[in-house]
């Protein structure tokens, strides 16, 4: 108790005190001493029984042992004659090969026939040969021919596409150029308005000047205008009498003359604006025209191409029993110019711009499987590589997106497609040109046997698996 340790304690067992002066009945007692001496004859009996079992198992050991003894050399005999007919069947089944190899040999035609068949042989093939160099010639000649001229339309198309490049940079800086010209034409424009109320303002400063005039000074003006009418008013005449009326006004001090001067400057300037302005929009009017006129030369080859991708791609939809159309956004600003592809997957909606927030993920995907399939027979390319696009798609459009992608890539004139994917739904339709591989991922290499049922051998490859999983048991 406490810190659990073992404890002994010992003590002397005192005298008894009860029953001290009872008896044991005899006749128990001897009832007793019987069965004990029945229990030991018992036991004397089945010690006696037991060891007759021991030897006899003893016997039977030493018959087993002798029995296996005597079956080695049988099992060996056994062991040696079945070596023997095994011997004597592949021995018979050497004879047989033999002799058949025999009697081929000896059924062939002698070695002078074989070598005028071989001879004859030899010409005929030759003969076939030599026909067939003209048609090599002229499958050569048009191969050579056919190279040129796909040479020659690369070349083309090269020159194409650097001269669509070009006239797209040299719309991009006309675009600016005519910008900064509307620009310039604004700012002329203000400053013309700006002249004209200065205008306004020296013109009301004039009157004034005028209304202040001496009385003599406009009985002379009532006077010259009652003389001078206005259908026969004489230029020079009246330049002279604005000069005298000016050498007047001069004489008179109460005219100031810087008044008169700004007044004069101001007219000059507006007059020159004027000038500019119109010089500016004739530029104008001639970058417009040469722009419309490169316009001209592409515009209509890109509606032409937009228009053929829309009818591939309405089509594609339809067959869905969906509803799609692509057209090209354009724009004064040559950088907004987009194709815009519009979509309607329900009924009950109009057709809708494909954005990344409108339509579902799915719906994404099959528009951008269809328009890509639109653009198989008009973008010449060796082969496209697509990645899990049927990822999140609805069975429906999964199972008519693949029926479309069969159709389109398994044409004559379709490239190459590679479609790579986790899963595809069962019972779809594949076409004579489709090939499918399954990817295996594990250690696990099939034991595959040939028509004699020998194992194949798989070379470094089964090497690699078994010092791979050598290396895995090790780990």
Request: charged share 30%.
């Amino acid at each position: 108790y406490g810190q659990r340790l073992v404890q002994t304690a010992a003590s002397n067992l005192s005298k008894a005190i009860w029953f001290t002066e009872q008896t044991a009945d005899p006749s128990f007692k001897m009832r007793c001493q019987d069965t004990i001496t029945l229990a030991d004859q018992a036991i004397t009996e089945k010690r006696a029984e037991k060891e007759e079992l021991d030897r006899h198992d003893a016997e039977l050991n030493e018959k087993e042992k002798n029995f296996k003894r005597q079956q080695v050399p049988i099992s060996n005999r056994i062991e040696e004659i079945k070596a023997a007919i095994t011997r004597v069947r592949n021995l018979e089944r050497s004879i047989r090969d033999s002799e058949t190899r025999l009697q081929a040999e000896q059924a062939r035609p002698p070695k002078e026939r074989r070598e005028r068949a071989l001879k004859q042989n030899l010409v005929t093939k030759t003969k076939e040969r030599l026909n067939a160099i003209p048609q090599f010639k002229r499958v050569t000649e048009e191969l050579n021919s056919k190279t040129h001229e796909f040479t020659r339309i690369t070349f083309e198309s090269l020159q194409v596409m650097a001269n669509i490049a070009a006239m797209e940079q040299v719309v991009h800086r006309y675009g600016a150029a005519t910008r900064d010209l509307e620009r310039e034409v604004n700012e002329f424009a203000q400053r013309v308005q700006a002249l004209e109320a200065e205008k306004e303002e020296l013109a009301k400063t004039v009157t004034q000047l005028m209304d202040n005039l001496s009385p003599a000074v406009i009985e002379r003006q009532q006077a010259y205008i009652e003389e001078h009418p206005v259908e026969s008013v004489d230029l020079d005449a009246l330049e002279e009498q604005r000069v005298a009326t000016q050498a007047e006004l001069a004489s008179t001090g109460q005219v100031n003359r810087a008044v008169i001067q700004q007044y004069e400057d101001r007219q000059k300037k507006i007059a020159a604006l004027r000038e500019t302005i119109a010089r500016r929009e004739h530029e104008k009017e001639k970058e417009e025209r040469k722009v419309q006129t490169i316009k001209d030369q592409w515009l209509p080859e890109l509606n032409a191409l937009i228009e053929q991708v829309n009818i591939r791609f309405s089509a594609a939809f339809d067959r869905i029993r969906c509803a799609g159309e692509v057209r090209l956004a354009q724009d004064d600003d040559f950088n907004k110019w987009a194709i815009e592809i519009l979509v309607k997957f329900r009924s009950n909606e109009p057709l809708q711009l494909l954005t990344g927030q409108r339509q579902s993920g799915g719906e994404r995907s099959l528009t951008t499987i269809l328009y890509l399939m639109s653009l198989t027979g008009l973008a010449k390319t060796p082969f496209a590589l697509v990645d899990e696009i049927n990822q999140g798609m609805d069975v429906k459009y999964e199972r008519a997106v693949h029926n479309e992608l069969i159709q389109v890539t398994c044409a004559e004139d379709s490239g190459q497609y590679f479609l790579i994917t986790p899963k595809l739904l069962p019972n779809l339709t594949y076409h004579e040109r489709v090939t499918t591989l399954v990817i295996n991922n594990g250690d696990y290499l099939p034991e595959t046997r040939d028509e004699k049922g020998k194992v194949n051998n798989y070379g470094d490859l089964s090497a690699n698996l078994v010092a791979y999983r050598r290396t895995a048991r090790k780990a």
